[in-house]
């Protein structure tokens, strides 16, 4: 069965760099969501989205950006990056939007800042 | 917001040995995920559950909802098991996801 995709799985970035991490969604998945895992920290939610609006928001940083676009994938655009940023990025897809407690993981995208 | 506990924290085991995690959170849900994340950081969901039991191959997941419990059993363990298991539930009202701190199981041969 089709999984979440996620590109790239890893990627190395330098400081105040760019970096746009893509999530595809499990087929017929509207929402998507975004966590961030750092060192030894449990993941943490950053924003979701619904048909392609924004759903929920979470402690995600204001350098940070999302959305979702017509296939209902998701890109994660991260700004000025800093050190802090190195973290695993994973998304989940759920099924049948709002209020769906189905999540399906993506494998996740390493981010590192040099 | 809802809140997660597992445990133990840290567990060794010898290669063969029945495997229990347990899992708590404060607030009713609907359903209550189980993830596995190797060393190297992939995240794999085992179970998804809202009641009862699951069962995956040597994995078994129960849940008790009114109890606000779950559990997760490995049993016949394997050094390939070792790895970081992770309970999440949603956040009260939310469809978003507050994870456990996770349990890092390690099987030795």
């Known amino acids: 069965a089709a999984g979440v995709i996620q590109s790239p799985r890893h990627l190395i970035k330098e400081k105040r760099e760019t970096a746009t991490l893509k999530c595809y969604p499990i087929?017929?998945?509207?929402?998507v969501y975004w966590y961030q895992q750092g060192p030894g920290q449990d993941p943490q939610f950053l924003i979701s989205f619904y048909e392609k609006m924004q759903s929920d928001k979470g402690s995600i940083p204001d350098r940070f950006s999302a959305q979702q676009f017509s296939d209902y994938h998701s890109e994660l655009n991260m700004s000025s990056l800093e050190l802090g940023d190195s973290a695993l990025y994973f998304c989940a897809s759920s099924p049948t939007g709002k209020l769906s407690y189905e999540q399906y993981f993506g494998p996740g995208t390493r981010l590192t800042v040099t | 917001k809802n809140e997660v506990e597992q445990s133990p924290q840290n567990l060794t085991a010898q290669e063969g040995e029945f495997i229990t995690i347990n899992c708590s959170y404060s607030v009713g849900i609907s359903a209550l995920h189980w993830l596995q994340q190797h060393p190297g950081g992939g995240i794999v969901s085992l179970f998804m559950?809202?009641?009862g039991k699951k069962k995956h191959g040597r994995l078994i997941a129960t849940i008790n909802i009114q109890e606000k419990h779950s559990s997760l059993h490995i049993t016949a363990s394997h050094p390939r098991d070792s790895a970081v298991y992770i309970c999440?539930?949603?956040?009260?009202?939310?469809?978003?996801?507050?994870f456990g701190k996770g349990t890092k199981l390690t099987v030795n041969p």
């Open positions: 087929p017929r998945h509207d929402t």
């Open positions: 559950l809202s009641s």
């Open positions: 999440a539930v949603p956040q009260g009202g939310s469809e978003k996801l507050v």
